[in-house]
Each structure stands twice: as C-alpha cells, then as structure tokens.
C-alpha cells in the first residue's frame, strides 16, 4: 500500500468528479499541479472515445481501439484515485455523496460531468426496438443486430421477409446518424459483397429519418447538401420532415405531413433524442437548481449550480446558452473547455482570489462528420470543407485526439486497411448468439430445396 | 441474388460440415476444387483462434484480433455456403440433419467438426463459480472478473477482504490453465503497477492448481520444469497432486492427499476437463457410435463412423487412439491433419477409387506453451527449447497461423507493444457493469476516511 501517492489523508480539499468521460478526465488533468485530493468517480473502468462509438457498431473498430482504463491514463497523476462506482444519490447540504453500495464519500468541491442517456420521449418500450448508441454495449448490440440481419436473410426463403430483414432505419440526422447510415451502406454495397449466396447485400436498404428539413440541421444549409449527397452514393434513402409515430419488432410508422407509412424493417437504430444521465435528477432535487426540458441542469456564468459555488456542472448534462441564447452543443470540445475553465477557477479559489471570475466562454474550433469512406463534411470556423479533403482533416482531428491511447497506431492502420480493402476486421455477432427459434415464423422455411419442412416446426 | 456462385442447384453431391473451427474450416478449404457443394454450418458467424484466446481472458487483445468472419474468409471459394445455424438433430439413415429453427438439411457426406465444451464433472453448477475458457464471451467474462476484482479490492476497507478479493485461483495446469496463470501474474505484477491508491496489486496471489504431479503433464517433464520456474517468477503458487473437491462464490476447497484446505478466492477459473459438444450425443444415439469417456465418437482408422463410411469426425470430438492406444491430443494440428485426410479420401471416392485407404496418420509437429512475457516451452520433434528462443519460436508460428487473419499485422503490434510496456490494451470490463451492492457486505465500508457509514446500509 504505497501511501504517499494516495490522494487523501492530509488535510488537502477533496475534490470529487462524477464522470470519466471528456469533461470529468479534462478536469481531473488540469488539477494535476493543484492542491487538491481528487476522486474520480464512474460506472466503467475506462475512458470512451465517444465520437468513434459508431465505428464499433459497424464492426470497424474494436471496443478497446477506442477505450483506454482510465487508472491506466491517471497512474501517474498521484493526486487522483480513481473509483470503480456509480452515485446514487446527493446530500448538497451535508456534501456528501451516496454510492451504489451505500457508502458515503464527502466532498469539499464536486464536479459533476454525468452526461446524456438515450431519451425515447415518453416511449422507453422503444428501446427494445431501437437500441442507442451510447456506451460499447450498445455499439456491440448494433453491431450484433446489423450482421445477424443479413445472416438470417441468407436463411430466409420468403422474398418479403428477405426485404424486411435488409430494411434498416436509421432515426434523426445529427452526426451520429448520418455516421451510422453510412456505415451501413457501405457495409451493404462493399464489405459484404460475395459474402452471401442466396441474397445480394447491396438490395439492402438503408433508411435515414430526419424530422427537420435537411440532415445536420445543426450545420450550414451547404453542408447538409453535401453530406446528403455523400450517403445517396452510398444507397442511403434520406426522409426528411418525418417523424416516428409508432415502432415493434419489425415495423417503424412513419409520419410526414399528415400522412402515415408503415415501413417494414428488422433494424432500427435510435439516433435522436438525449436527456441527462439520471444523476441530473438527484442534483436538481437537492440543490433545487432549474432543468431544460432534456433534463440538463441550468448553470450559472461559472457553471455553479446557484446558491452551491462548490458544485459545477461540465459537458452534456449542463445548459450553457451560447450567444443567441440556444444551449452549448453536446459535444467533447464544450465539455473539454469546460473542464480547463472550472479547473482554472478552482485554482483561483484555493489561491484565496474571490473577486467574480470572468464568465466561461466557448470557442468553438469547428464541427464535423464523416460519411462512409473517404467522405466527410467540416466546419472550421466559417470555413467549408467537404469530401476527401474534409475527410482527411476529420481522420488527423480524430487521430490526434487519439494520442491519449495506446492503440492509436492500431487504430490507424485498421483505418487504413479498411480504406484500402473496404473490408471491416470486427465482424463479429457476440452476446446471445442464436435466438431459437429464428425471429418469425417464416424464417421456418430451410432455404435448402431438397430441404422438406418438420411437421411439427 | 448472385445464383452462378451457390453451392446448390445442380446435382454435385453435397458435402455438409458442422463447426467452422480448424477443422471444419480447413476441410472446406481443403475440398475448393472439388466437384461437390458445400455448406458449412456454425452457430457463430467468425472462426476463433481459440490458442490466442486467453489473450484476450486477459485484456492482450481484442476479441476482432483472433477472429475472422467465415464469410470473409471463405467468400472466393464459390462452392461453399456459410449457414449461421445450430444442429439439433440428425436422422443418420434418411441423411438430414435438423437446425434450430426446425429446418431440415440434407447431405449427401456429412464432416462432424463440433469439437469440445467445458465439463465440471457432474458439478455443473460449478461453471457459475468458475467460468471455462472456450467461447470469446467466456474470454470476455473471465476478463471482466479479474479486473473488478482488483476494482473491488480497491475500494475495500477489510484486509481479509481485500486477500480474497485478490486470491485468484486456476485449476488445471495444461497450457491453457498455464498460460491463464502466468498472464494473470504478470498482470498483477507489471500491468497493473501504480494503477491503484490503496491495494498493491503485486500482493495477488495466483494459485494453479494441477491433479498430475507437474505442470503440463503432457510435456516432457524437463519441459514441465523450466514451466514452473518461469511460472515462480511471474509469482504463480503451483499446487501439484492437488484436486478441487467443492466451489462456491468466494471458496475452493482443495484435496491434496487426504488433507483439505479451503482457499478464500473470489476468482476462481476453469482449464481442466472437457467433453465433446452435446451434438456428438445425438450423433451417437443416431448411429450406435461408441463415445469414450469424455463423449468423443470413437472413429474408425478412416476416421469415418462403424456403418455410417458418409460421416466423418474430425478434431476434438474424435477419439483417434495414437501409437500406445491413447487418444490424440485436442489441438489445431491434429484438426487440420485429420480435415485434409477426410477432404483427400472425399475426392478419391468421387473419383471412383473404391480401394480400402490408408488409415489417417498423426504427424507431431510439436507443441508449446508461453508463459508470460518472453518465456515459453516447445517440444519441437522431440527438440526441447525454453525461455527467450521458445517464445521467439511461438511468436513465429502463432503469427504464422494468423496469416489467414487480415489483422495479423495489428496483433503483432499489440504484443510489441506490450512486450515492451507490459501494457494491456484491451483492459475493459464491459456486460454487466456493476454489481450493485458490491459482492459482500464488507463491501460497504467506504475506504473513505471521512466517510461516515449510512446507517441502514
């Protein structure tokens, strides 16, 4: 038990972050130099590479090309010790934290950087037929659900149950969507091919439903055409102005005007729609501080909670309204700045300096998506870039953000590979693996000819 | 629907192969320019390089690195079709095999490449306790267990506790269980190293338990020994003449003579006694085969079953007694040899060659073990290499044998990598996240100092 590296002890004030994901990690680095204890709390072992999720669920990338342990990346930050648990629950006034095995862990300050969950609007029975992408089971669940599709198809004899079973929607239009839908028909027209004999994985169809009237509403109108143009080549059928009305096992109601389609498809995947991670709950509930309506928690110009300067919410699970008064964005880059800029304060603090901070203030560096291979859409700064060129810049943005891990040089050359051969090295159909009997009746029928049916099947 | 490249249509005799391991892989394979059609049947859609999988039971690599879709592998050999199904049953006189969606298949020549299942010697239950290493969801669960076990102890107050959580026992010492033991030692001793605050990781004990009086009982005992030397220095407690009487959640009680000792272990894993999957039951009851003990189907010297010359076993659910009677041993060579046997005399009879054929011959072109970093014992032809060279050579040959694989190249990076970092990439614990409350009581004490116990908890 090496006790001088541990993080408590002394009389050092404990800094607690619930959360290991950008902002919490950012946080708990920029107080490498501080005097401070820091614990850092969360549910996994390891950091995710959030951005490139997608990847693991179209069988691109390994879990772990795009995770890394996070006692891995702090083990030489002597000040933090990492905590393998989940916060149940919050006492503001006592400042003290409930685990889920029912200890208590105090705080002298508290970040709080949760982030978003899946939210299906009042209808979380979705989830079962339209699983999110947020954590790496989810991205191996898709990816498990993507592959077994075309397998089960290759099996089915009945040509409509064939189309339903090569019918993917893909739900909302944001980058993850737009990723995933490319994704998979590159997959179909490309990695797939003279996989199968009995089907052609390039009739599969790929749905992409978007309620707003062009995919990324959040990027510049020229963009969004060229990103659409990019998944038309890649066979993806865009619905814009349409939302879900209904779902189940192997239907998705579409509603567009006024007008109602039922679209029968296998695979639906939920891209739309977050809300703050449950703990937002606890946090309004003890602090008394106000929620927008996905639940993320309104912080004040210092991103404290009002009334607790020693709570700071980061990241996702915090409304920071932007200039025209519209929320910061969800994404890494407001997260990280977030976590330098509350850092900073708290540095600030413990050196006695009380006067008003300055208020945070976000730079936006730029956003962008890729769409299939070798095509992406960016916007740097008022600066425009699309294709191949746009494409490149996202690969070295992503790389470099990569640096952190181990296996970037992996990740790297199974990039390239996959560029250069189209295929995809992490095709593998894990967890459950057969559901017996096949998912509906017809899938009965053997597609062997000589094949003749069981009486009783 | 590309119908020039199925395997049906026609009137080629069709050749069906149960199990894509390296069996049943090669024997495909080895019939590519046969005039017959094929379909290869598995329950998983990748063959596994099952020697590399205790790599990734212990976070060295991911599950996509020693796993390739069989589709890829096998989509230019345009005689074969691949079929994602499990076989329940067989009618061995009307020639058709039964899938789990309750479809008949029918053959013409049948190549039975199921291979072996973990068996707990009438203890069943015991697989709760003490999970096998066959499937990548085993590897993938083993690795969730030692990790959190660290995790866990991390966070315990109570020393007895901590010894326990930090207990990690392997029963059987083949290569498999040798290997499991020298990885987790290394883990504990080099890996792991300043990850935690408050356990020392160094302080696990790894206790490999083995029934024979050495360690890999199948080598040459030199062999045997500089094994247990290298397995001494990575810190395994090897336990010899010594058989595992009860198991519980946190308990292995060990016979040894006629003392018992209970060990106090939380993790305790499985590398001893297997048994041919249950689908050799069926076919035995279906054609009067005999099964030796462990369910293996006696085959004949043309490794075809007693009445049945259309049905061949191949791999480990064969029994082949070798030159002093005993059964070939269940690894990669004696698979691949006896697939290109069955494939060999497959085209002789379609070419009309009645003559009775010359029985299958085993040709031993060695064995090894790695134990560790750069430690590793060969018995190559009766040549004896260890240490540094032994490992070079199983290096040599592991990537070799990978050559099938498009990501050789990312595993040989993964093991530069950490041979020269002791770094595991592949460190994380994914399914069931947290188990909540933690595994015991003792649990609950924070190992906050200033934590305050709740008093209901």
């Known amino acids: 038990m090496n006790t001088q590296t541990t993080p408590r002890g002394g009389t050092l004030p404990h800094v607690v972050i619930i959360g290991g994901g950008f902002g919490g990690l950012n946080a708990a680095q920029a107080l490498r ?3 401070v204890r820091i614990t850092l709390l969360d549910a996994r072992n390891f950091h995710l590479f959030q951005p490139l999720l997608y990847q693991v669920a179209t069988g691109g990338l390994s879990p772990a090309n795009i995770a890394a342990p996070l006692r891995a990346i702090l083990k030489n930050q002597t000040n933090v010790q990492v905590l393998l648990a989940r916060v149940e629950n919050i006492n503001a006034a006592e ?3 409930t685990l889920n095995d029912g200890s208590h862990l105090s705080y002298d300050i508290l970040i709080v950087a949760v982030g978003m969950r899946q939210h299906y609007f009042g209808n979380d029975h979705w989830e079962r037929y339209a699983p999110g992408l947020k ?5 191996t669940n898709i990816r498990r659900r993507v592959l077994f599709a075309f397998e ?10 064939v189309r339903e079973l090569l019918t993917f929607v893909v739900v909302g239009a944001g980058p993850t969507g737009v990723e995933l839908a490319g994704a998979i028909g590159e997959i179909a027209n490309y990695t797939l091919r003279n996989n199968f004999r009995n089907i052609d994985p390039t009739q599969a169809r790929v749905l992409l439903v978007e309620g707003a009237d062009r995919v990324l509403p959040t990027y510049p109108p020229d963009l969004s055409a060229r990103a659409a143009e990019s998944l038309a080549k890649l066979g993806v059928t865009v619905r814009l102005n349409t939302f879900v009305r209904g779902l189940s096992a192997d239907t998705v ?3 567009s005007g006024d007008q109602e389609e039922i679209v029968r498809a296998q695979t639906t995947l939920w891209s739309t729609g977050v ?12 602090t008394g501080a106000p929620q927008d309506s996905a639940a993320r928690l309104m912080v004040q110009p210092d991103l404290t909670l009002p009334a607790f300067p020693e709570i700071f919410v980061i990241g996702d699970a915090a409304h920071y309204p932007d200039k025209d008064g519209k929320p910061l964005p969800g994404v890494a880059q407001v997260a990280i700045q977030q976590a330098k800029y509350a850092a900073r304060l708290i540095k600030a603090r413990l050196r006695g300096d009380t ?3 300055k208020p945070f203030r976000y730079t936006d560096l730029g956003s962008m998506a890729t769409i299939g291979r070798a095509a992406a859409v960016a916007n740097l700064r008022g600066l425009h870039i699309h294709g191949l060129l746009g494409w490149l810049i996202w690969l070295f943005v992503h790389l470099m953000a990569l640096v952190k891990f181990q296996n970037r040089l992996l990740v790297l050359i199974q990039w390239a590979w996959s560029y250069f051969t189209r295929n995809r090295a992490a095709r593998l159909i894990t967890g459950d693996i057969l559901p017996a009997p096949l998912p509906t009746p017809q899938a009965q029928h053997s597609p062997q000819p000589e094949a003749h049916k069981q009486p009783t099947a």
């Open 253 to 255: 109601t579409l509603k």
């Open 355 to 357: 006067g008003s901070p």
């Open 135 to 139: 954590t790496i089971e989810d991205a």
């Open 33 to 35: 130099r501080a005097p």
């Open 95 to 97: 400042k003290y934290l």
């Open 152 to 161: 089960a198809a290759e099996r089915e004899s009945d040509p409509e149950r």
């Open 275 to 286: 809300r703050a991670a449950t703990f937002a709950d606890a946090l309004a509930a003890a």
